[in-house]
């Protein structure tokens, strides 16, 4: 159950902080309230997640990581960024780096 509902507040992360360059400076209402409810209900899942037990170094990494790199991904995908081997290889790290986290982690 905690990693169903850490998936799901990456997913709300992530859908947030799209919407945030799409608020346009928060001028467009509707991307705006889609902002602020994705990142509360982002916030309220990560609290649930670390209720129940996942440690905070291990459920953040993953929400951090998984949600930057999804960013990333998304931003050269839709919203027109460029996607340089560079920043490829930071993506790379970061994911190899929650995995060196979780496996140090597991017991």
């Known amino acids: 159950m905690p990693w169903l509902l850490l998936a799901l507040a990456i997913a709300s992360e992530v859908l947030a902080t799209s919407a945030l360059k799409l608020s346009n400076?928060?001028?467009?209402?509707?991307w705006s309230?889609?902002?602020?409810?994705?990142?509360?209900t982002s916030f309220i899942l990560l609290a649930r997640v670390l209720?129940?037990?996942?440690?905070?170094g291990t459920a953040y990494a993953i929400w951090?990581?998984?949600g930057t790199a999804a960013?990333?991904?998304i931003g050269?995908?839709?919203l027109g960024e460029t996607l340089t081997p560079l920043k490829i290889g930071g993506i790379l790290?970061?994911?190899?780096?929650?995995?060196?986290?979780n496996l140090a982690g597991a017991h």
Do not use: R
């Open 25 to 30: 400076g928060f001028t467009h209402l509707g």
């Open 51 to 56: 209720k129940l037990h996942l440690d905070v």
């Open 93 to 101: 790290l970061i994911i190899i780096g929650v995995v060196i986290l």
């Open 76 to 78: 050269a995908l839709f």
């Open 33 to 40: 309230a889609v902002v602020v409810a994705g990142y509360i």
């Open 64 to 66: 951090a990581g998984a």
């Open 71 to 73: 960013i990333a991904l």
